[in-house]
Every structure is written in C-alpha cells, then in structure tokens.
C-alpha cells in the first residue's frame, strides 16, 4: 500500500480542557492554531473581500471548492496559473473540498454508481463525472495543502439502510482516494459519515481511522437535522478519533454549532453562512444578529459592535451600512462580510485562549446565555434560500 | 450683497505651460495637487472601494450627489452623523454637485419655472422642488468643502435660443445661490452654460466673473457633441476665466477629454466613466481599453497594465479578473474600479509633472499616439447605457 505520509505537515495537540482542544496545525504554508474558522472561497475567491482584507482579519486557512473549480475556470487553468495560490493570491494554507458534497446537492442532475457520480453543470448543463481518482488529480492541479477525500453525502433525512450504503461507499471511495493520493505537500482528509445514528457515526469514524489520515473531516452534519441530534452524532464520532490528528466539521459556521463543536472536540471549521448573510444584511453581534436594513438603523451612529477591531466597526456607522443597502451599493456587501468573518473568527480564537487557559466552559456559557441564535423557523428558511441560490456550498 | 469670500479656500497657480496649469487649491480637508481626477461618489460611496482604497490610490477629492442624497438617505441625516465626510468616512476634500444636471435628465418628470424645478424622484415617485435657495441649504446640510451652484443644464442637441434662455437662468441662480450661501468654510463654484456656441461660453464665463466666485465649473459639455466642437466650446470659456481662480470641466473622464482639457486650462475633472466601465470590464491601458470577459484574457497570466503600481495589477492576472467576471463574483468590481481609478490618476499626475518641467504638449501627444480611443459608435453605446442606467450622474 502507498505511503500516505505527508510531509510539511503536522498537527500537535497543545492542551484540552474537557474534550475542547488547542492545537497547532504546520501546513506548507504556515502554521494554523486551532480550533479555526476557516472562511469559504467557493471560487478562488471570499466573496466581496480580499486576500489582505482576509490576513488583516487573520483569517488562517482559506476553503475552495473542487466542484466549481473544476467546471470554471478549470483546474488545468488553475495548474498553469501555479495553483491555487498563486491564481487567488492567498499566501496562507489552502483546503479544497472534493466536491463529493456538491455533486449529491444537484439531486435529479446527478446518478451514482459503485464507480463514481456522473452529473450535469449547474453553469451549462455539459456531463461529467466524478471518481475518488479523478477528484484526487483534480485536487492535485488545484495544489491546496489539505484535501478532502471524495464522499457521498446522504439527504436529510434519509432511511438508515440508505445511510448505510452511502457510508460505505465513502469508506470504499476513501481507501481509493488514499491510494489514488500522491502529493507529498498535500494533507488527505478522510470525511466521517453516517448522518444522524450514532453507531453508524462510530463504525464511520473507526473504519477510517483504520485507513490512517492525517486527519478527519465530520461530513453530513448541520443539513436539517435538530441541534441536539447533531451534538449527539458529532460526540459519537469525535470520541472514535485519534488525539493526534485535526478533527474538521464540514459547513458548520452558527456561533452556537462553532462552540457546542469546539467542546465536543472538533478543531477545524467553516461555512458560508456568515459571507453569505453578510451578503444580506444579517449581522453577527454578541447579542444575536441584526438586520441592517430595518428602518431602526437609519439613524444609528453607533458601530454595528462596539469593541469590534474590524475596519467595518472602527470607521462606519450603522446608519451609512443602512444607507448602502438601501441604495444598493456594492460597497456594503464588502464591509459586512468583513464585520461577520471578524466576528466568527474572534470568537474561535477568543475559544483558544479560553482553552489554554483552562476557562472554556465557561467562555462557552458566558457567550451562549447573552446570544440569542435565530428560531427554527428563520433557520429552515435559511435553508432554504441555500437551496435555491444552487452555490451548492457546504 | 453678501461676501461670498472662502475662509481655507486659496488657489495658488504654480505654474503654466502653454495653457495648461499646475496649481495648489487649499481647502478646509488638505490641499490638492491641480489638475486633479476626483472620483465620483454619487451616494456617498465611490462604487466597490473603501476610503482606504481611495487613499492608496492617491485620489485627492472625492465627488458626491445633491440630488441623490437629497432624495436617499435625506440631508438631515447626513447633517445629523456630522456631514458627508464623516457619514462616508472620506477625510479628504468632497465637492458636491448641485443636482442641477440630474433633475434636468429625468425629462419627462420635472417641471422647470424661473423659481426652479418640480421634479419626481427616480426611486419612489414623490414630488420634490428645487430651487437656488434650497439646494444651497442642502448642500450646507451635505458640509462638503466645494459646493456647486443650481444650473440648468440644457439638452444636446438644442436650439441656440433655448440654451440661450438656460445659460440665463442658469446666470439668475447663480446670483441667487451667491446670495444664499452662508458657509464661510464652503466654496461655491458658479457653472458656466451655453451648450457647444463658443459666443454663449463667453458671455456666461464673463457674467459668472462678474459675480466674483472662488471657482468657476464648466457643464453641459460632453453630453453627445462631437470632440472637436467640445473642444472649441471649452476653451472659448477658459479663455474668459480669471488665471488665478479654479476652472473644473464637469463629467468628463476619458482619458483624451482629460489631456484635451488640461491642455486649455482645466484644473479639475470628475467622471463616472472609470467606476462605471470597471464594472463592465472595460478596462484603461496604455493602448486603449481591454474588455476582460473576452475569452483571450481566459489564460493570460499578466497583470492588467504592466508597471502599475495599484493593488490589482501587483497582485492579480488577467486570468484571475476574467475568472472572476465569468463567475460574477463581486470581488471583481473592487479590483477593476481599483485599476480603472488608479489609470486616470495617475494619467493626470503625469500631466502635472509634465507641466511643471515644461514638457505638457510632449506628455499628451505620446500619451494620444499610444491610446487607442473607444470610436464614435461605443460611445453612442456608452451614452446609450448611461441613459438606460438612470443612475443621472453627470
């Protein structure tokens, strides 16, 4: 069997407290501290901000997606162009995701086999097909420094039987992945499935580890299923996974999920929900969200958050963001994406702190008690404005 | 009658090459190197870019709407968050149109009387008057350092009698917004009308002279008229305006009117041209412009102009920009208004150097031999676009 080693790569656990973790993750482009929230570039891009607005919210690892890459601009394109880096022009660590996610998200354009998914374009419409080899050689011409390993991701919800078949391809897909994986540079995630049991979480979760990552990916959570259901899938399988490698909860980005996942043990994290709400006005403070485009803003002086070291925060008002939106002005989708990734970002490493220090719990429970997540009822309809966007995201 | 003497408001001409000029203008917020480019802020943004943006790009003034802000977010408000330039949060001079030039291009929906006009707003419908005397109290509310008199711009192509009759209720505003102003800390520029009849530009430069401004504004040019007759409209006017007062040509942006325009003695220029063609991918080169969403940019791995210094060109490839625009990603508009602003800016720096070494006619005549300028029928587009858009900027 091949050497999945990889070299330049290394994670060290630093200190837990409880089951949340501090750690250190040496990547060949720099070293991560964790846990981290990672902010999405679906296509070579953080939507409506840039590579040094990014490093100036320290923002430390950038996602990307397989999936859109490959069908635009191209991952040869992006191969020419010296990799990922070099063509979006982000200096720190890369992870693109396999596409596995995206192509189960086309529904009725897609068909899968024991070989792989065929599917049609959301862009034009053209055919193509995905296999754990040919997403390897694609995540290869991409050249992020950690990749994900090709998965089926079953709906929610979905019979358990149908659950079942879809882990055990994604074992099978795996074990392809591994042996299909050549770069030495390039960290193979493994992703955990087995959506809301437990057991199939803990059968997941051992059988790869068994397979010997460098580190595991939880995929198919936070897609419908009831908070308390998904804590109780995640703790299932961060108590089957090795100490010594990074634990990455796919599309996972509320602040009470970042938090309830950071003591369950995870140490890597993203998701387009705060660049996306950003996107439309929705704005992330310690109190709960805000919607900057009612009327209660128009003649708010304040920041949106007090305190907030952001370039959004420490220059404009409420009052001009409201402006901006209701004039529909691009520049407002940059200084609110700015703020929300400031914010989700702060509260991660505020986590670490409060984990070195031995406090986060109660960090935790300080956070929790003064945020008031949305209802239910905004979250379904949250899902389904991600439904029909199609950006097919995580 | 009242003074309508500046305080902080002092133009110095430095030198003078041919008719071109190099001078200083003092104003409440800096001093600014003249000629000058001045982006356009019609809402209170430049579109896609951020005051720091603008500050790197070492743009000295920035322009922003009567008519607009007037209607949307209210200049009560802007009033109340400490004027424009802390509601924008642009600590550099701000000179605001009068709206004169907006509410003439809503056509069919004002009403002009020797009182002023009856307009209906382009957003929501209502019914709204303008004359003299509360456009310069608006313009107070704004706080900008520069504030521009009403005016009646006329339609091109028009009867010599019909631009006669505005250019001289354009002469009775000005004499009324003289008499209204207030501000101490506030320049007001009267604007020279008379359409492209080089007789008329005269006898409105010399009322307006009669009438002792700190500035003098030239509109109603570039409004559809051929080049040549532009060129001869405006430097009859300049030809009538004290050396030692600011002249500022209005709406005009490409790069040949504004070499043109320095060379009859121009000192300011303002144009949505650069923002706006950003956003359809025109991009400004040396040579003329680039259309990025063409497919030959798909693979070309240089930067859009070799040698710029802006955060764009050192940073991204064509490839990316191309990459970006197929994907409509926001990010995109940033990087080309970046350019496109960074182009005019530094052409018009240029020009300043060259005056002051005496080398101006050599500067514009290499520049012009390279520049390949859009012909007659993209402008007729471009015109044709800037109606459809209703955005009414001049």
Not at 45 to 53: E, I, L, M
Not at 129 to 143: C, N, W
Not at 338 to 345: M, R
Request: net charge negative; with cysteine; proline share 5%.
């Amino acid at each position: 069997m091949r050497n999945t080693r990889t070299e330049n790569f290394q994670y060290e656990l630093v200190t837990t407290d409880g089951d949340a973790r501090a750690g250190t993750l040496a990547t060949p482009h720099g070293v991560v501290r964790t846990p981290v929230f990672m902010p999405v570039g679906t296509q070579a891009t953080v939507k409506a901000v840039t590579p040094r607005d990014l490093q100036e919210l320290n923002a430390q690892v950038v996602l990307a997606n397989t999936y859109h890459l490959y069908l635009r601009p191209g991952a040869e394109l992006i191969e020419r162009a010296g990799g990922l880096h070099d063509f979006m022009q982000w200096r720190g660590p890369i992870l693109t995701d396999s596409g596995g996610f995206q192509v189960f998200s086309l529904a009725a354009r897609r068909k899968i086999t024991d070989d792989g998914v065929w599917f049609r374009s959301h862009i034009d419409g053209s055919e193509h097909l995905f296999t754990p080899e040919s997403v390897m050689r694609t995540e290869e011409q991409l050249g992020a420094d950690i990749v994900m390993a090709f998965d089926e991701c079953a709906p929610y919800p979905a019979e358990k039987e149908y659950v079942r078949a879809a882990m055990e391809r994604t074992h099978a897909w795996a074990e392809r992945c591994r042996a299909a994986h050549r770069h030495t540079d390039q960290a193979l995630f493994g992703i955990v499935q087995g959506g809301v049991w437990p057991d199939l979480r803990r059968e997941s979760a051992l059988h790869l580890v068994g397979l010997d990552f460098p580190g595991y990916a939880i995929g198919g959570l936070s897609v419908g299923e009831e908070k308390d259901v998904m804590q109780l899938a995640l703790e299932a399988t961060t108590a089957c996974l090795p100490a010594g490698k990074p634990r990455y909860m796919m599309g996972v980005g509320a602040p009470e999920d970042l938090l309830n996942g950071i003591a369950a043990g995870v140490d890597m994290f993203d998701c387009v929900l705060p660049t996306r709400n950003a996107r439309t006005g929705a704005l992330l403070v310690p109190t709960g969200r805000l919607n900057i485009r009612n009327a209660a803003f128009r003649d708010d002086f304040r920041p949106v958050e007090e305190g907030c070291p952001c370039y959004t925060c420490t220059t404009f008002t409420r009052a001009y963001l409201h402006h901006l939106f209701r004039a529909e002005e691009l520049l407002v989708y940059t200084l609110t994406t700015i703020h929300n990734l400031s914010f989700l970002i702060r509260l991660v490493e505020g986590a670490r702190e409060a984990i070195l220090r031995g406090t986060f719990d109660e960090y935790r429970k300080a956070f929790l008690e003064r945020y008031r997540a949305p209802d239910a009822e905004a979250r379904a309809a949250n899902r389904e404005a991600r439904h029909r966007t199609m950006s097919v995201e995580r």
